[in-house]
């Protein structure tokens, strides 16, 4: 699966990772030129290694994003219904207290999805979203602390931080505050992504003329919202793509005709991927039995 290469950008973003016209600069506030008929917009950053321009860090707070998948022990099943019930009673609280007994300065968010019959190896998935990882800590712990936890598993545990693209124009604003807001659609399509080595030596205009066409590929799909995420660093990906849409059947014509783009040639890895349905914790926990 070809994805979205390097990226383009935080929820504020549509269909192929466009942003919506008439928008003010940052930098102006002037209104943004509209883009000549059929043109993709071009990049904000043509000197991503920062060799040339010399930038000094970025220290903004930002959004770091926590996709935690389970699987739970068949074991589970044979205890006596009661005692079933109290265990996931017990998980549900410890689950929602995370987010519900923070300040709402903190911006914790909590979105559950079931995997129950979608995938054999884990069925289901806590997608968290704060500004500090050390809050994702503490919600495990919360969890570890519960019964239910002693029959379940992670098989996979995947975190990444939100990210201006450098691949398209700025929305006044973007980067500030809480940029995702997960849990749109009725589906979550994840998968982990790593781009070759040999992407990252083409030169700026080669990437940027690649994900004009990958952009443009992408915007009659606009049942399907992005949520691209950076993993640099702090977890074995590059990106963390998940894509929000209440059209599976659109998401795959999607994935499709990406395939046929010139950047799909430098994709390293793009599995595993997870098809997520959303549901309430209590219906979650109710799909385990």
């Known amino acids: 699966m070809s994805g979205r290469p390097e990226g383009t950008g935080p929820q504020s973003t549509g269909p192929g990772g466009t942003r919506p016209e008439g928008a003010m600069p940052a930098e102006t506030g002037a209104p943004a030129p509209a883009a000549r008929p059929g ?24 959004q770091f994003l926590n996709y935690a998948f ?3 022990d068949p074991a589970f099943r044979r205890l006596p219904q009661a005692e079933r019930d109290e265990l996931k009673a017990e998980f549900l609280a410890a689950a929602n207290g995370w987010a519900a007994d923070a300040p709402a300065e903190k911006g914790l968010i909590l979105r559950p999805y079931s995997l129950v019959g979608v995938r ?56 500030h505050g809480l940029e995702i807001l997960p849990g749109q659609g009725q589906y979550l399509f994840i998968y982990p992504f790593v781009k070759t080595r040999a992407w990252y030596d083409l030169t700026p205009h080669s990437r ?53 783009t010139e950047a799909s040639m430098f994709t390293l890895q793009d599995t595993p991927m997870f098809t997520c349905v959303k549901k309430d914790l209590a219906g979650v926990l109710d799909d385990l039995g």
């Open 39 to 62: 043109r993709p917009k071009m990049m904000v950053d043509l000197d991503p290694s920062g060799q040339v321009t010399g930038r000094e860090a970025d220290r903004a707070n930002r």
């Open 208 to 260: 940027q003329g690649m994900m004009d066409e990958h952009i443009n590929a992408s915007v009659p799909f606009k049942g399907v919202r992005i949520n691209t995420s950076y993993s640099y660093g702090i977890d074995d990906q590059e990106f963390v793509v998940s894509f929000d849409s209440d059209y599976p059947q659109e998401f795959v014509d999607l994935v499709h005709r990406l395939r046929y």
């Open 70 to 72: 389970y699987k739970l």
């Open 120 to 175: 054999g190896d884990v069925d289901f998935m806590l997608w968290r979203i704060a500004f500090d990882v050390r809050d994702f800590q503490e919600s495990q712990a919360r969890l570890n602390r519960t019964r239910l936890m002693g029959y379940l598993t992670q098989p996979f545990n995947f975190i990444s931080m939100n990210k201006r693209s450098q691949y398209v124009n700025r929305v006044e604003g973007s980067g």
